[in-house]
């Protein structure tokens, strides 16, 4: 590959060294691949090299999506979005950020139209984008060797919180399994958390929950034969994901979606995972569960100078304001 910045169409021909600078399973070339393959969405690459060195790589998509997301707003605008094509946390550019803010300036050159950069931990300096907050990532920090010890650290108030959960639990029916027993009922309940979504985004087919690598597992939460939800977990290293998830809103929305997000942070602690990954939205229940907001951030810009300069104007509207209010879940002598 030659010095510089090269665009490429297909993952298969990002060069290795992509996956050393990736800091997630999302965003190496196994599951971009597999985003390649089961949600088309005009997938290309861009990565910036010198030498036979990758310094940095971004993943970028077309998709036409409302604007005014954040406002439930009908407002469709086609944009090029510089993520991973699916609904994860974390960025889609990697790489130092030097080398980072030097590829954005490349793909801003050669992406026309409007351009969105998502999930951004920071802000590159010296880039001619408007900034702008989106939804925040709920991250559990485990230092906890067993359920109980989690328990145990927990004030009082979300210790009989957390045991009514686990009374509701305990009449479900909560198996684990590959996720190629996905099945038709289960992407039904996909569909009803997506059409009540705030801030929806792409919308996945069956086949690509199905056909999800090995590492992905399959939890189904069941009551009397009946399916109430479904959640699908990533384990990398040591770091623990909640990724996606479906909901029967006939049956206890809110108690089984509580029941699902306790079951992966248990299995999550229970796993020995550092970091347990609880995703984006629903940000007060996971607070409550002693998971901690992390700011993510947007970047904007059209290549039209009048519509840009409407775009910086207006991302006091465009942008996510929620502000969640902090928790404090643990005791004072807690470990």
Not at 159 to 174: D, F, G, H, K, V
Request: glycine letters at 8%.
């Amino acid at each position: 590959m030659n010095g510089g910045i090269e665009r490429l169409d297909t993952i298969m021909d990002v060069p290795p060294g992509w996956d050393h600078l990736a800091r997630s399973y999302f965003q190496q070339r196994e599951f971009l691949a597999h985003c390649e393959t089961h949600n088309v969405c005009q997938q290309r690459y861009y990565v910036l090299s010198s030498g036979r060195a990758v310094l940095a790589g971004a993943s970028v998509y077309t998709l036409e999506l409302d604007l005014l997301t954040w406002l439930n707003v009908r407002s469709p605008v086609r944009m090029h979005i510089v993520g991973i094509p699916c609904s994860v946390s974390c960025p889609g550019v990697i790489g130092e950020e030097g080398a980072q803010q030097n590829l954005l300036r490349g793909i801003l050159r050669c992406e026309k139209g409007l351009l969105v950069c998502l999930n951004l931990d920071r802000t590159p300096g010296n880039i001619p984008m408007s900034v702008g907050r989106t939804w925040p990532s709920v991250v559990f920090a485990n230092r906890f060797h067993s359920w109980e010890e989690y328990k145990s650290s927990l004030r009082s108030t979300y210790r009989r919180r957390l045991a009514s959960i686990e009374q509701t639990i305990e009449r479900l029916s909560i198996r684990t399994a590959p996720c190629s027993t996905f099945t038709e009922e289960m992407y039904r309940l996909y569909l009803d958390v997506l059409d009540r979504s705030e801030g929806k985004l792409e919308k996945l087919k069956s086949d690509f929950f199905r056909m999800l690598p090995s590492r992905f597992r399959l939890m189904t939460f069941s009551q009397n034969g009946h399916l109430c939800g479904w959640a699908i977990t990533l384990s990398d290293r040591d770091r623990f994901s909640f990724f996606l998830g479906g909901q029967d809103y006939q049956m206890a929305p809110r108690e089984i979606y509580l029941a699902k997000l306790v079951t992966i942070l248990r299995a999550g602690i229970e796993s020995g995972a550092k970091t347990i990954d609880l995703g984006q939205s629903a940000e007060v229940p996971k607070t409550r569960l002693g998971g901690v907001c992390h700011e993510k951030l947007m970047l904007t810009h059209h290549h039209n100078v009048l519509l840009d300069g409407a775009l910086r104007a207006s991302m006091g509207i465009l942008s996510y304001r929620r502000r969640v209010p902090q928790t404090h879940v643990y005791r004072e002598s807690a470990p």
